[in-house]
């Protein structure tokens, strides 16, 4: 009588190919370059949207200023967000424990 345990599986002849989980045909659509053009649209007006923000700073006074403040004030700030979280009173509702992310 033959255990179940020690039964190995059938082997696999070498000339079977593999199969890909998720098959997929090398054919390209006819319309895949309107998606390419309409990508390429939309991360180029994305980029021109965010280029209207940009301002230099130069070494005048109050642009210095305004950057040594910013700076300042970084690292107070991200602590403020990171005990808001710790603290949040949804995070403390739904949440096991404090390692709880899901």
Known sequence: MKSA?????????L????????????EHHPRQWIVYAL???LVGLFGWA????????N???????Y?????MLGN???LMGVIWLACNPVTL??????????
């Open 5 to 13: 345990l020690l039964s190995l599986p059938a082997a696999v002849p």
């Open 15 to 26: 000339s079977a190919k593999p199969t890909a989980v998720f098959p997929h045909s090398p």
């Open 39 to 41: 990508l390429a649209i």
């Open 50 to 57: 965010v280029a209207g923000f940009h301002q230099p700073a």
């Open 59 to 65: 070494s005048g006074v109050d642009q210095n200023g």
């Open 67 to 71: 950057m040594a403040t910013a700076r």
């Open 76 to 78: 107070f700030l991200s």
């Open 93 to 102: 509702t739904y949440a096991n424990d404090a390692n709880s992310h899901g």
